[in-house]
């Protein structure tokens, strides 16, 4: 039997998948036994196939799956609650290799039979459906060069023969995948338009290609803006199957912002902008399914057919009702430090010790440090860029109209002038355990003692972002919130540094504008949104270390900052393993009420900066992050498939 047919029966033997969606696109039929010809007869057969073919797509948040969230707590975002759940060692270079040609043969069998079967199907819903199915390879695509570099480019089926090494095909460069998908992106986006009246966030459209292509060619363009860097660490090939030329890298970002201005074109899309609260606005973004333009593409669930765990996982213990479990994605003090003052749009880490920072042991019971002493446990959060409440829950926060208990314990002050810090001892004594009849922990964490420690914060935060608000949504996979992939501050983003590179390139404009009044007017329009008109930043303020952090925090958790840091070559510096490094070690803030009867800082507060046992043992705190050179690509599957094999050994 022919290779194809082998994939033929596998795709129509089986009952395809339902893909939940927020739009009414796919009504699912059971295809057990039907012929090609009568799958592609109609448009809920053909809905049916490609249904499955999305449910495909890599998303390494995956809000459906128990563990693939724990993925936001790998690098320096997030550490997870308890330090037997953690990555206890370097995560290595295999770490998201992917390479899924079972995939793209599915897609090019799916081409294939729309040319061959689908001679019923109106002539414009026909060329949508061959443009979807060449945007879904073009992502496939896309996914792959992240990870691995170069791949091979197979836009048919390969039919059976004796000798599968007749089949092996070398490794395209990784400048020529990128060149692939733009190609296609160009030639497909104007087909995607058959359902413009109603343009869909969870289907292949228009505007999903044009942030496909404005996220690929910022990432081709950075790659070769960093060529040198990229030389320095040995990162490039000589066969281009890692690395690009750095003459390319003009032509990739001037794509990236040809993509915006075409998505402006479209007068569809724009940043939500709903709520005068401008910290509750952001956090809605990510709630808000209906009539929200800034959702470009996403992956929707429904709670019901479609389970969604990220709100059962992340939500604060003390609001998961009689079985207590969530805060399982806990941010750090690194993120938390980079959300600028609102006043003065400095990057100024958070205050808890007067005359310089300090660095505690999570551990330690006793101390002689000079704290700031704050009124409120939030006022040490005050002034800050309003995207710091909309992402992060802290002491003093409120989530779904109640209190977040977040209360490392009791700060004793003692006569000599020290504190001894007292707090629970095992999750089940936090709401019981007290000192002189004051209560020493919150619900919530954080506390380190005993064994017993899980489900709740272990840095001092909590996540917001992404967490529903809906009743019941924190149990059994309920949440029906969407995980957006591409949205549209993201491309405004991608723009800003694309028009700044260039200009640090020497290309002082692009369509008669310059280029860093270009990068000025995208980032501002996002920096607007999220402060308002005074925090706009002027052209002295806007550097490419104002790029890095407006992403770090604008994007947080949307998994951007891991290929960030891979593009612009830095991650092996960001992340080096050094103990005493302030971006590799990660670090919490503790806060504490301080007990002190008849003196004037009783029931005050204040905060221990600690360092977090991120890939550590319970014993070994402040254990840096660890990425090395070898981990830019992934793992190159050398006989994936056992028949795309790469036979050249300079490849």
Known sequence: ?????????????????????????????????????????NDQGITSIVANLYSRLRYEQDFALDNESYD???????????????????VGKDYRSYYDYGLIRDINLHLEELEKNAKSIPADKLKYYKAEARYLRAFVYFTMVTRIGGVPLITETMGYVDDPLLLAKKRNKESEVYDFIVNEIDDIKNDLTVYSSTITQTRASKGSALALKSRAMLYAGSLAFNYDKSAAKG???????????????????????EACQELDDMQHYALYQKDADLSLNYSKLFLNKTDNREIIFCKAYDG??????????????????VAKSG????????????????????????QAYAG???????????????????????????????????????????????PIDLQAGLAVLEDDGTYTFKSAQSIEAISTANYEGIKMTGEDGPFRAGSSFWYIS??????????????????????????????????????????LLLDMNGVGSYNGKDTKTLSLDYINKVRKRAGGDMFKLNASELTFDRIINERKVELSFEDHRYYDLKRWRIADEIWEPNRDSETAVLYGLWPYKIYAPGKPVDGKWLYRKVKLEHRGSATDMGMPISFDRTMYYSTYPMNAGNLLVEMNPNH
């Open 304 to 321: 019901v057919n479609m389970f969604n765990y990220f709100t059962q996982r992340a939500i604060a213990r003390s609001q998961t009702g």
């Open 458 to 499: 272990h840095s001092g935060f909590l996540l917001r972002k992404y967490v529903d608000t809906s009743t019941g949504s924190e149990t059994k996979g309920n949440s029906s919130v969407p995980y957006i992939v591409f949205r549209y501050a993201e491309v405004l983003l991608n723009a800003a540094e694309a028009a």
């Open 356 to 402: 310089g920072d300090a660095i505690e042991l999570m551990t330690a019971k006793t101390s002689d440090k000079n704290y700031i002493i704050y009124d409120k446990p939030e006022d040490i959060f005050a002034g800050r860029d309003p995207r710091l409440a909309g992402t992060v829950l802290h002491a003093g926060s409120t989530f779904k109209n109640k």
């Open 1 to 41: 039997m022919k290779l194809n047919n082998i994939i033929t029966t596998i795709i129509f033997s089986a009952i395809i998948l339902t893909l939940a969606s927020c739009d009414d696109w796919l009504t699912q039929k059971d295809l057990t036994g039907m012929s090609p010809s009568d799958a592609y007869s």
């Open 235 to 257: 990162l490039n090939l000589p066969s281009g199957a890692t690395g690009i030329e750095k003459s390319k890298a003009n032509a990739y970002l001037e794509k990236c912002l």
């Open 72 to 90: 936001l707590t790998r690098w320096d975002e997030a550490v997870n609650n308890s330090q037997y759940w953690a990555f206890a060692s370097n």
């Open 327 to 350: 805060a399982q994605i806990n941010p750090t003090l690194n993120l938390v430090n980079s959300y600028e003052l609102l006043a003065t749009r400095e990057i100024k880490p958070m």
